[in-house]
């Protein structure tokens, strides 16, 4: 479907009004939203001094990254770098989010077209932003990798629908290199074939599976990838292994995670889950009251399907949040554009109108609140790392998700591990059960054995291990040093203390 330039006008529009509203909630912070956030803007300010291919990782002393380094989402790192160059690395990540958001829009704002929504297209955009409240509208203030996916993901499905063989292969390339759950985009696409071979049944030729496009372009990821050939092993640990230690866990071994690799909870299904399940719920009732589903279009089917499994994917894994709100407004909307409006009256789309402001405003005001702090997290501890541990010394970390505001502030020194506690397994298992043990507070002599198992004499523990605070509290061979906002802590051992 050709675009005007009405359309483009109308998408522009609604990419403008995503991008002043993420500003709204991130600008009167001084931190950055999410954790990851951290790591990956300073790891392009270490691409941007050393070059775009990191032949190691240094900075970490117990991970698989020790042995062989792998950038999962290295093109997001590379498009980082011009906004650190320019504008430093915190503002740098601000303002690269809001640009990256407004491209997110954008690739929305021309699918909605491309499925028919022409005259409500900015409208749609608005109502697509706020569906799930803060759960898909949070993710868009992280300086993180899906930003590239939500990009990718919805340009993929215009160049199906467009018979774009060469533009699908192309992001299915740049997808692959930009982020390490692009392997959904293959059945995504498959789901789209399988709907049109339904319905066009002989018409549909071999030739016609725009997911061998999809196929192609991922496995040229694979290869044409700059971190080839341990990217491949990097992509099994991160999308089989670690889903799988979620959903069945590790034997008798407790690997820790981050939260959104958990279920839904009820505290975040209150938050924004309940108007996009119930919106959903309702259009799939009334298609199958209305025995509408053997008429639906193929893409309207396909979106259906989508719907019921990324909603399944999403209750037991949080991270499809940034899937499941946009396909299934992709797929309220196709539906009801083709059939009877709902909204068939001043009273209703009054209410309608006025029911969806409240949730936008909520989940603006909650998130700005939620979000704000007068300085990224840590700061003051990775200042004291900075001033008094040597470069090269290792820095003993208690949680795996604290590493990235030090390092941030602090990357001159060397830490435990990155982002994910299982490369620290996977680099040796013995290790990662005495620092499991150590950060639970449940070993008997914990600075010794920081000292002779990870070589570190500075320690750092957030409030979240009170059992570890109280152990090095009385410890006399540990001498507490620093004290932040947070209630963080950096002890330092120091053997034959008075």
Not at 331 to 346: G, H, K, Q, T, V
């Amino acid at each position: 479907m050709k675009l005007t330039s009405k359309d483009i006008s109308w998408i522009l529009l609604g990419s403008l009004i995503w991008t002043l509203c993420v500003l709204f909630v991130t600008a009167g912070t001084n931190s950055l939203p999410g954790v990851d956030s951290y790591f990956h803007i300073q790891i392009s300010e270490i691409m941007r001094h050393q070059g775009l291919v990191l032949k190691d990782f240094p900075w970490t002393a117990c991970s698989i990254w020790t042995d062989s380094f792998f950038d999962k989402e290295w093109l997001f790192h590379v498009w980082l770098i011009p906004f650190i160059a320019l504008f430093g690395k915190f503002t740098g990540a601000k303002v690269a989010v809001l640009v990256t958001v407004f491209i997110v829009a954008f690739s929305w704002g021309i699918l909605l077209r491309q499925i028919g929504i022409r005259k409500y297209v900015f409208p749609a955009m608005c109502f697509m932003l706020f569906i799930a409240g803060c759960l898909f509208f949070e993710r868009l203030t992280f300086c993180r990798s899906l930003l590239f996916a939500l990009i990718f993901f919805p340009l993929a499905i215009v160049f199906v629908l467009r018979g774009n063989r060469v533009g699908l292969l192309t992001v299915s390339y740049l997808y692959a290199i930009s982020h390490t759950g692009s392997w959904q985009l293959l059945p995504v696409i498959l789901v789209f074939d399988i709907a049109r071979k339904w319905k066009e049944k002989e018409s549909f030729k071999i030739t016609d599976f725009m997911s061998a496009w999809v196929l192609l372009g991922l496995i040229a990821g694979l290869i044409l990838n700059p971190y080839f050939p341990a990217n491949i092993n990097g992509l099994f640990i991160q999308n089989i292994m670690v889903l799988k230690i979620r959903l069945f866990g590790f034997g008798n071994d407790v690997i820790d995670q981050g939260f959104e690799l958990y279920p839904m909870t009820l505290n975040r299904i209150m938050q924004g889950f309940i108007p996009v399940v119930a919106l959903a719920g309702y259009t799939v009732y009334d298609a199958v009251k209305k025995k509408r589903i053997p008429s639906m279009d193929w893409v309207t089917l396909s979106l259906l399907a989508l719907t019921c499994v990324y909603f399944m994917l999403t209750i037991l894994c949080q991270r499809f949040i940034e899937y499941f709100a946009p396909i299934s407004a992709l797929f309220i909307l196709a539906y009801w554009s083709r059939r009877e409006n709902p909204l068939n009256s001043m009273t209703r789309k009054t209410a309608f109108s006025l029911l969806f402001i409240g949730i936008a405003l909520i989940t603006m005001l909650k998130l700005k609140d939620v979000l704000y702090l007068d300085q990224p997290k840590y700061a003051g501890a990775a200042e004291w790392i900075k001033a008094n541990a040597a470069p090269g010394e290792i820095i003993f970390t208690a949680d795996w998700d604290d590493t990235p505001m030090l390092f941030y502030g602090a990357p001159e020194q060397r830490y435990l591990v990155f982002l994910e506690p299982y490369f620290m397994y996977l680099h040796s298992p013995q290790k990662y059960r005495i620092w499991k043990k150590i950060s639970d507070g449940k070993m008997l002599y914990a600075a010794e054995e920081v000292v002779s198992t990870f070589h570190s004499k500075i320690i750092f523990v957030s409030a979240r291990r009170p059992r570890l605070i109280d152990k090095l509290d009385h410890d006399k061979n540990v001498k507490l040093r620093y004290t932040g906002p947070q209630l963080e802590r950096i002890y330092t051992i120091e053997p034959n203390l008075p």
